[in-house]
């Protein structure tokens, strides 16, 4: 079992950036892939971001392809979301999630595919 406490939001303006941080408990966090989700007001909770377990393979959705960066330390059993060029869309609650599935071929994308998850940490982008 892990838990995952996110932290590093905030409000920036359009163009600015910011880093997200999710932190891990348990010894077993690099067996864990990780995610990042989102959901803006009146929308449903998207996928973002994953990293497998090594790290070796990640996966982005396409409207953050480019802008953001998804990294690990698994000494530090922290996972990180660098996020660049930020858009007024990009507002929402961004929530960090630990998952056992993923391998170097199969980045999983699917909330149901997680099985921890963090309280989320607000992301504002003022235009």
């Known amino acids: 079992q892990v838990q995952v406490v996110e932290s590093g939001g905030g409000l920036v303006q359009a163009g600015g950036s910011l880093k997200l941080s999710c932190a891990a408990s348990g010894r077993t966090f690099s067996s864990y892939t990780m995610g990042w989700f989102r959901q803006a007001p009146g929308k449903e909770r998207e996928f973002v971001s994953a990293i497998i377990r090594s790290g070796i393979r990640v996966s982005y959705a396409d409207s953050v392809e480019g802008r953001f960066t998804i990294s690990r330390d698994n000494a530090k059993n922290t996972v990180y979301l660098q996020m660049n060029s930020l858009k007024p869309e990009d507002t929402a609650v961004y929530y960090c999630?630990?998952?056992?599935?993923?391998?170097?071929?199969?980045?999983?994308?699917?909330?149901?595919?997680?099985?921890?998850w963090g309280q989320g940490t607000q992301v504002t982008v003022s235009s």
């Open positions: 999630a630990a998952g056992l599935r993923g391998s170097f071929s199969y980045t999983p994308r699917s909330e149901s595919e997680y099985g921890y």
